[in-house]
């Protein structure tokens, strides 16, 4: 049975309708920004905080846990700048209760939700999981903590874990009954989309004078059915002993700017995007893009999606909903 925490959240639940096809799941959630209809209902659900020990006692003394898959986080960067609080309390301080209660119940399997501001300012074009790790935001550093603290707990209590360093998930689950819905929304491609669905008036664009080709911002965009997948795969290496421990980066190898985004939402739904060109946004670096080659050697993983494909998906959810 796999404990999946935050499974109600946008990645976890496109983790748990690929999850349950293979095995029992439970679902631990606060629901303080994931959904309760994104969870089917083979699943187990338990409403409850992984910062509370006693909701977690509950779970982990109840049922038999082969192993944790750890989605629940605070996760928009320019929230961290101003509320760095929220990003170490909900971010570090609650795993490491999850970490104990898990080493108390000898629960010694792991699957950590990193990202790629653990990365900072990057100083190769394409991050490999050795580049340096400089983050320059709170969710990026509470990010990296953690990652030093399942070195040290796996030194000291022989925990067994896989660290995924997602770099931007997009895209919704081929059945349009999942996507991305986020309150209030931050991320570029649902923005775009709700803009040219008339929900809002404009797209503003963080930035125009960065050292890219067109002056915007450059990210790797991933499919998040991509992202559930590295999941499955990693999990199952865990279990079959192969890895103990190792951290991977997620991503397509190939980075857009901005305004390609933008041009592609046009293309695919064939509505004209009106752009406003704004300041740049604290925290963020830019260029951003991940070799994947280590988790496709390692446990044979590539993305299937590619950029027009993962915005397909998303304008039928967002048309949809
Ligand atoms: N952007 C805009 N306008 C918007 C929203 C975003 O121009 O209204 C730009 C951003 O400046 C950035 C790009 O679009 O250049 C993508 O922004 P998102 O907010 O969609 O995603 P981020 O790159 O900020 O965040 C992602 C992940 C984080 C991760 C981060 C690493 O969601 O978990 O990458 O920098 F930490």
Redesign the pocket.
Do not use: E, K, Q
């Given at each position: 049975m796999i404990l999946v925490v935050g499974g109600c959240g946008y990645i976890g639940s496109h983790l748990v309708k690929e999850l349950i096809k293979e095995t029992e799941v439970i679902v631990l959630d606060n629901l303080s920004t994931g959904h309760r209809w994104a969870v089917d209902d083979e699943a187990i659900f338990i409403k409850g905080d992984l910062g509370e020990r006693k909701d977690l006692e509950n779970i982990f003394s109840k049922y038999q846990i082969d192993a944790v898959m750890h989605f629940a986080a605070s996760?928009l960067?320019g929230e961290s700048v101003v509320n760095p609080s929220k990003y170490y309390q909900n971010n570090v301080v609650s795993t490491l209760t999850l970490l104990d209660v898990m080493m108390k119940y000898n629960v010694k399997k792991f699957i950590f939700s990193s990202?790629?501001?653990v990365y900072g300012l990057p100083e190769e074009s394409l991050l490999t999981e050795k580049s340096n790790t400089k983050p320059i935001n709170p969710?990026?550093k509470s990010k990296l903590m953690i990652e030093k603290i399942l070195e040290d707990y796996s030194n000291a209590y022989d925990l067994n874990y896989i660290t995924l360093r997602?770099f931007?998930?997009a895209g919704a689950h081929k059945s349009s009954l999942i996507g991305e819905d986020h309150n209030p929304e931050?991320?570029?491609?649902p923005?775009i989309l709700n803009h040219l669905l008339g929900k809002i008036d404009k797209?503003?664009?963080?930035?125009n004078d960065y050292n890219t080709e067109d002056g915007t911002?450059i990210?790797d965009y991933i499919h998040v059915t991509d992202l559930a997948r590295a999941h499955i795969l990693a999990l199952n290496a865990l279990l079959n002993g192969k890895k103990k421990v190792e951290t991977y980066n997620l991503g397509n190898g190939k980075g857009y700017s901005?305004n390609e985004v933008i041009k592609t939402c046009e293309v695919i739904t064939g509505n004209k995007a009106v752009v406003e060109y704004v300041n740049r946004?604290p925290g963020?670096?830019a260029y951003?893009v991940a070799s994947s080659e280590k988790i496709n050697f390692d446990l044979d993983w590539k993305a299937n999606y590619n950029l027009k494909e993962i915005i397909e998906s998303a304008w039928s959810w967002h048309k949809k909903r």
């Open positions: 996760s960067v990202t790629a501001a969710y990026g997602y931007n998930a931050t991320h570029l491609i923005l797209i503003s664009v963080f930035g911002c990210r901005v946004r963020d670096p951003l």
